[in-house]
């Protein structure tokens, strides 16, 4: 597994993870088959106060997600991250392909999600009661076609729940392409039949989060930090799709 180091210093790597690996162990999946199992090979002793089947882990990608990934290397550098997640202090964008002709051109979608009680391994959106979810987007461009109209859209989450942009989209009936849990059948079908895409249209590109004990200067209130944006580019099975729909100009 070859695995890009996009940013790396003495608390933290931060990885361009493919699509298709899981982060970390779980149901059907092996250390050795994750990216942490892979990054111990270089960084034996990843913190492990989080689980030890969870080394170094402070967030998280869906394994068919692709992007950027933050991996701790000390255990104060864990608890630093962790708190600065629960605290919002880290910024994280996505790129993201929907179904269907989104409007307005931004918007925040606001619903908490909790596990679905009959299919444990999905999440659901509700009204009231779970936890509290925030995701916030904005529409790159329209790909009006009649036949399947889609729309690229740039996305920022406040939180950082389970299958959240996933599932917030799905409730708002404009579900991830690509999406073989929530998503749309015939349109996965479509794109895949069409224009090859065999994956969740759904790529972590850009995160921005405080640097731990690097430029920290007194201030009233507390402390400021500063802070370090990592990019993943989009990838090329993604790239392909967007230059096949801009090309077209029955799509546009």
């Avoid at 307005?104 to 679905?116: F, K, L, Q, V, Y």
């Amino acid at each position: 597994m070859n695995l890009p180091i996009l940013f790396e210093n003495d608390e933290v790597v931060v990885v361009d993870k493919p699509c298709g690996i899981s982060v970390h162990p779980g149901a059907g999946t092996t250390m050795p088959e994750t990216i942490v199992g892979e990054l111990l090979k270089k960084y034996p002793s990843l913190p492990i106060s989080n689980g030890a089947e969870r080394p170094g882990v402070v967030h998280r990608l869906d394994k068919d997600t692709s992007g950027v990934l933050l991996i701790t290397k000390t255990e104060e550098a864990m608890k630093f991250y962790i708190d600065c997640w629960k605290a919002h202090r880290v910024e994280k964008e996505y790129l993201v392909l929907v179904h269907g002709i989104l409007e307005p051109n931004s918007g925040t979608i606001e619903a908490p999600i909790t596990r679905n009680v009959k299919h444990r391994q999905k999440m659901t959106a509700l009204v009231t009661g779970g936890k509290n979810a925030i995701t916030h987007y904005e529409v790159i461009q329209h790909f009006p076609d009649k036949e399947m109209p889609v729309t690229f859209v740039r996305v920022n989450i406040e939180t950082g729940r389970t299958h959240q942009i996933r599932v917030h989209f799905a409730a708002i009936k404009f579900p991830v392409i690509g999406d073989e849990v929530y998503g749309n059948r015939h349109a996965n079908a479509y794109f895949e039949r069409e224009l090859g895409l065999k994956r969740q249209f759904l790529h972590a590109c850009s995160l921005t989060f405080p640097l731990m004990g690097v430029g920290a200067t007194a201030k009233k209130g507390g402390a400021t930090r500063l802070k370090q944006t990592v990019e993943s580019k989009i990838p090329s099975e993604l790239q392909k799709v967007l230059d096949e729909l801009s090309s077209d100009p029955t799509r546009r």
